[in-house]
């Protein structure tokens, strides 16, 4: 069984970079996409950028500017980090795995428990 | 982007009554070389991540129970529960996968009466 686990600060300053770090177990992080999704509290969904195995990297326009993630096949991970962080980006962070068949990523079939970031001073 | 919108925000259903969730997408999701729509419905209860019910618009993960059900076809979709039971209370979103950026409805919170 595919589990995923988010990890990283909970509080960050503002103008600060926030940085996640989702691990991958139960199975192999390769030929699949992985994605950052956000929930702030009582609000809805907003997926944030997805990355395939080969580093290539899908963004949300509404966050390019300020997002980048990598992956870590040798440890199974893959990372996110956003920039220049305000009070908005307070939210739970989930990582999520996409169902991927030749090659191409569709709905998100497994996900993290999910990881608090307050951003606060 | 694809705009999701679910109707309505909020529902409360009586126990063993029929709920419907309606999702519109601003753009057809139905895919037509496959003839499959990208369209998936999530259930998400407090405190937990959002967990797959239905992709391809109709087709029901496994372990799912048979009274949910995904149906529509271009644009407008709909998630039926056939019987609602008290652990279906939760907000569910609708999801497109036919272009980037993923985009999610608002969701629609489901409660008991």
């Known amino acids: 069984q595919v589990q995923l686990q988010e990890s990283g600060p909970g509080l960050v300053k503002p103008s600060e970079t926030l940085s996640l770090t989702c691990t991958v177990s139960?199975?192999?992080?390769?030929?699949?996409?992985w994605n950052w999704i956000r929930q702030p509290a009582g609000k809805g969904l907003e997926w944030i950028a997805r990355?395939?195995?080969?580093?290539?990297?899908n963004y949300n326009p509404s966050l390019k500017s300020r997002v980048s993630m990598s992956v870590d096949t040798s440890k199974n991970q893959f990372s996110l980090k956003l920039t220049s962080v305000t009070a908005a980006d307070t939210a739970v962070y989930y990582c999520?795995?996409?169902?991927?068949?030749?090659?191409?990523?569709?709905?998100?079939?497994?996900w993290g428990q999910g990881t608090l970031v307050t951003v606060s001073s | 982007d694809i705009v999701m919108t679910q109707s309505p925000d909020s529902l409360a259903v009586s126990l063993g009554e029929r709920a419907t969730i309606n999702c519109r997408s601003s753009q057809s999701v139905l895919y037509s070389s496959n003839n499959k729509n990208y369209l998936a419905w999530y259930q998400q209860k407090p405190g937990q991540p959002p967990k797959l019910l239905i992709y391809?618009?109709?087709t029901r993960e496994s372990g799912v129970p048979d009274r949910f059900s995904g149906s529509g076809s271009g644009t407008d979709f709909t998630l039926t529960i056939s019987s609602l039971q008290a652990e279906d209370v939760a907000v569910y979103y609708c999801l497109q996968y036919y272009g980037t950026p993923r985009t999610f409805g608002q969701g629609t919170k489901l409660e008991i009466k």
């Open positions: 391809w618009a109709s």
């Open positions: 999520a795995r996409d169902s991927t068949s030749d090659g191409y990523p569709y709905y998100f079939d497994y």
């Open positions: 990355i395939y195995d080969t580093g290539t990297i």
């Open positions: 139960g199975g192999s992080i390769n030929t699949y996409y």
